[in-house]
C-alpha cells in the first residue's frame, strides 16, 4: 500500500507541481495539504485520487494521487483531466486566508484596548492588497486556531494603528515553519519516551514494581 512519503517522493523526482508546491521537499509535502497548505498538526492528511480506479485510474502509482486535507479532498474537481486538477491546487485558498477571514467576529477586544475602530480592521480585510501585505509582515503563527485567531487580531489591531510592518515570510514558509516546529515536537516526545524506557529498563525490577504500587495522595 502506498504511504504518503512514497506519493511526496514520487513527486519530487517528477517535477509536475506547479508554483510554491514545485519547491518544497518530500518531508514538507507529506505534511501540508497540497491545496490549501494547512498543516497536519498530527492529523493525517489524506490521499486523493487524481483518476479514480474506476475510471481506470492506477492504484499503485503514486503520480496518480495528491497529498490533500479532508476539505480539499471533498472539493477536489474529480471530473477533470490530470493537468486541470494540478492547476487546481494552484487556485485553492490559503488556510491562513481561511482564518484572516474568520476574525471579523472577534475584534472587539482589540479595538477598545489598542484605540482602533472595527471598521478600519474590516477595511484592511477588506482590501485583497492590504490584506496580503499584512499576512506576509504576521511575524508568529499559531498551530491551534483560537490561539493564532487571537494573536492576528492583536497584530491587525496594532497594524491599523501603526501600519503595516515589513514582509517577514510568505504564507508558504509560515506552514513550512510550523510543519517543522511540529516534527520538532514530535521529535522531542519521542526523546522524552525514549529516555524513560531507557529508566526503566536500568531500573532494579522490584523497585520499579514498588514505584508503580505506591499509594498516591
Same mark, same amino acid.
Given at each position: 500500500?502506498?504511504?504518503?512519503t512514497d506519493i511526496s517522493?514520487?513527486?519530487?523526482?517528477?517535477? /509536475? $507541481?506547479?508554483?510554491? =508546491?514545485? +519547491?518544497? #521537499?518530500?518531508?514538507?509535502?507529506?505534511? %501540508?495539504?497540497?491545496?490549501?497548505?494547512?498543516?497536519?498538526?498530527?492529523?493525517?492528511?489524506?490521499?486523493?485520487?487524481?483518476?479514480?480506479r474506476a475510471a481506470d485510474?492506477?492504484?499503485?502509482?503514486?503520480?496518480?494521487?495528491?497529498?490533500?486535507?479532508?476539505?480539499?479532498?471533498?472539493?477536489?474537481?474529480?471530473?477533470?483531466?490530470?493537468?486541470?486538477?494540478?492547476?487546481?491546487?494552484?487556485?485553492?485558498?490559503?488556510?491562513?486566508?481561511?482564518?484572516?477571514? /474568520? $476574525?471579523?467576529?472577534? =475584534?472587539? +477586544?482589540? #479595538?477598545?484596548?489598542?484605540?482602533?475602530? %472595527?471598521?478600519?480592521?474590516?477595511?484592511?480585510?477588506?482590501?485583497?492588497?492590504?490584506?496580503?501585505?499584512?499576512?506576509n509582515s504576521v511575524d508568529?503563527?499559531?498551530?491551534?486556531?483560537?490561539?493564532?485567531?487571537?494573536?492576528?487580531?492583536?497584530?491587525?489591531?496594532?497594524?491599523?494603528?501603526?501600519?503595516?510592518?515589513?514582509?517577514?515570510?510568505?504564507?508558504?514558509?509560515?506552514?513550512?515553519?510550523?510543519?517543522?516546529?511540529?516534527?520538532?515536537?514530535?521529535?522531542?516526545?519521542?526523546?522524552?519516551?525514549?529516555?524513560?524506557?531507557?529508566?526503566?529498563?536500568?531500573?532494579?525490577?522490584?523497585?520499579?514494581?514498588?514505584?508503580?504500587?505506591?499509594?498516591?495522595?
Amino acid at each position: 500500500m502506498l504511504t504518503l512519503t512514497d506519493i511526496s517522493k514520487a513527486w519530487v523526482k517528477d517535477g /509536475g $507541481l506547479l508554483g510554491d =508546491l514545485h +519547491d518544497l #521537499t518530500a518531508t514538507e509535502l507529506k505534511d %501540508i495539504c497540497w491545496g490549501c497548505w494547512r498543516p497536519g498538526h498530527g492529523r493525517k492528511q489524506e490521499k486523493a485520487h487524481i483518476e479514480a480506479r474506476a475510471a481506470d485510474g492506477d492504484n499503485d502509482d503514486p503520480l496518480n494521487y495528491f497529498i490533500l486535507c479532508g476539505r480539499c479532498h471533498l472539493k477536489q474537481p474529480d471530473g477533470l483531466g490530470r493537468a486541470d486538477q494540478i492547476r487546481w491546487l494552484d487556485t485553492v485558498p490559503v488556510y491562513y486566508v481561511r482564518v484572516i477571514d /474568520g $476574525l471579523r467576529d472577534n =475584534l472587539g +477586544d482589540a #479595538t477598545e484596548q489598542i484605540g482602533v475602530s %472595527i471598521d478600519d480592521m474590516t477595511a484592511l480585510l477588506d482590501d485583497p492588497d492590504k490584506r496580503q501585505a499584512f499576512l506576509n509582515s504576521v511575524d508568529s503563527w499559531r498551530s491551534d486556531r483560537e490561539t493564532m485567531v487571537s494573536n492576528l487580531v492583536w497584530q491587525l489591531a496594532a497594524a491599523v494603528r501603526d501600519g503595516i510592518g515589513p514582509p517577514r515570510k510568505t504564507i508558504q514558509d509560515q506552514a513550512k515553519a510550523l510543519v517543522e516546529l511540529e516534527a520538532a515536537k514530535a521529535d522531542e516526545r519521542a526523546a522524552e519516551a525514549e529516555a524513560k524506557r531507557q529508566a526503566i529498563e536500568a531500573m532494579d525490577p522490584w523497585e520499579y514494581f514498588l514505584q508503580q504500587t505506591e499509594p498516591t495522595g
